[in-house]
């Protein structure tokens, strides 16, 4: 299968500071990125869908000033959380999909864990 | 009712036991079928997709799907210790936007 990076793998942060996390497809073009947040023995919440060059469109009850998506190229997504706050500790998981005809590929995850 | 439901178990198996993982749903127009496994703390892995009703089979592993029921399965045969993690099933219909909704997943537990 394909290759999702995503980094850093692990981050601690001091409440009221702000965590970029990035998200690679290293061996193709990722038209669209999903973003993923996931509690403890739940399933996985989608957050938003980004596409390269376009402006990502977020998921109900999503706050979209607080979680800022990037997705500059084909290759890359970030995901900003701006003024994090202890209950933004999750972890958050991208995807990442060649086409609307294939299925996305995982990156490992971000354990966030704001203090 | 969510759109797709899955006992969060833990299911705990001795090591060879055949595994049967499922899931249900609601709504109809699902077409493509997914199971995902996720070790903990990492992201999830796609282990089978399917289109429609039917079995596939991939080594120890069998999905199955019956639209009629709206039930798909995962089969995992001569369970191995390394093999235990959490299960997601996951579908999408075959237009519109093609985002999957995933199920919250099945704990397994191997044991030796």
């Known amino acids: 299968g394909a290759v999702v990076s995503q980094h850093p793998s692990r981050v601690i942060c001091k409440s009221g500071t702000s965590v970029k996390i990035e998200c690679r497809s290293l061996d193709f073009q990722a038209t669209t990125m999903f973003w993923y947040r996931q509690f403890p023995k739940q399933s996985l919440m989608l957050m938003a869908t980004?596409?390269?060059?376009?402006?990502?469109?977020?998921e109900q009850g999503v706050e979209k000033d607080k979680f800022l998506i990037n997705h500059a190229s084909l290759t890359l997504s970030t995901l900003t959380v701006t003024s994090a706050h202890p209950e933004d500790s999750s972890f958050y998981i991208c995807?990442?999909?060649?086409?609307?005809?294939?299925?996305?590929?995982f990156g490992q995850g971000t354990r966030l864990t704001v203090v | 009712q969510k759109e797709v439901e899955q006992d969060p178990g833990p299911l705990s198996v001795p090591e060879g036991a055949i595994v049967s993982l499922n899931c249900t749903y609601s709504n109809s127009a699902f077409q493509y079928f997914m199971w995902y496994r996720q070790y903990s703390r990492k992201g999830p892995e796609l282990l089978m997709y399917?289109?429609?009703?039917g079995n596939k089979e991939d080594g120890r592993f069998t999905a199955q799907v019956d639209k009629s029921s709206k039930y798909i399965s995962l089969f995992i045969r001569d369970s191995q210790p390394s093999d235990s993690a959490t299960y997601l099933c996951?579908?999408?219909?075959?237009?519109?936007?093609?985002?999957?909704?995933f199920g919250r997943g099945t704990s397994l537990i191997v044991h030796p």
């Open positions: 995807s990442a999909r060649r086409d609307s005809n294939t299925e996305a590929f």
């Open positions: 399917t289109y429609s009703s």
């Open positions: 996951a579908m999408r219909p075959s237009g519109g936007s093609y985002i999957p909704t």
């Open positions: 980004s596409n390269e060059g376009s402006k990502a469109t977020y």
